[in-house]
């Protein structure tokens, strides 16, 4: 099983659209969301005092699972997602495991990026670029980081946030009108995260975008 850990912004399109991708070359995926706003589970309109997961194909959407009392559970299981947005959990390195972190430019993303512990292989894709005075470089050094370690930025985009708020109203969304940065990074950890090489990886995901919904 290949875990992906994400902390950052409390935006759940990228994990969802990486979920769906995922979706084509696996299994079963499980992805929990343990964020402090609950933005990807909201999505799917499930009550309260109703089971907390929703499946749609081979993707289960959970709320809060405990993942280590699941441990047997999640067996079989190609790859684990935890959302976890702002929520910081520092459980130590952990084998098979890609930590995606997504802060945006803001004092509560970079102290969140500071007060982190990568649980794996870390990836650091910033958020909501939009302003010069408060670059890559700049973030990475006030959050303790190595420059170099930036992978590169998303920028604040009025498509990624029409998408987004579709997404939350309609339950589900199509990829298909995301900014370069969203489809590029969407991209890059596609092919990470499945070691697949990064031009097949881009022929795969303009195939999946045409379909998905």
């Not at 969301?33 to 089971?51: A, C, R, W």
Request: glycine share 6%.
């Amino acid at each position: 099983m290949i875990r992906l850990i994400y902390n950052g912004l409390e935006r759940c399109d990228f994990i969802y659209y990486l979920s769906l991708l995922l979706a084509g070359k696996s299994t079963q995926i499980v992805v929990n969301d343990t964020s402090i706003s609950g933005d990807l589970f909201k999505v799917f309109n499930i009550p309260e005092d109703s089971e907390q997961y929703f499946e749609y194909k081979n993707i289960i959407f959970t709320r809060n699972l405990d993942e280590i009392a699941s441990f047997e559970a999640l067996n079989g299981i190609d790859y684990y997602i935890e959302y976890r947005g702002l929520n910081v959990v520092n459980n130590g390195t952990t084998p098979n495991t890609f930590h995606l972190i997504m802060p945006n430019y803001t004092k509560e993303g970079i102290d969140m990026v500071s007060d982190l512990k990568s649980e794996g292989d870390a990836m650091y894709i910033p958020r909501d670029f939009c302003s010069r005075k408060v670059t890559d470089k700049s973030l990475a050094l006030t959050a303790g980081l190595v420059p170099s370690w930036i992978l590169g930025h998303i920028s604040l985009s009025a498509e990624d946030m029409s998408s987004y708020y579709a997404l939350t109203i309609n339950g589900h969304h199509k990829f298909t009108h995301l900014s370069d940065d969203m489809n590029n990074a969407l991209v890059y950890v596609f092919a990470t995260v499945t070691m697949m090489g990064e031009k097949e990886a881009l022929k795969y995901f303009k195939k999946v975008r045409r379909i998905k919904k």
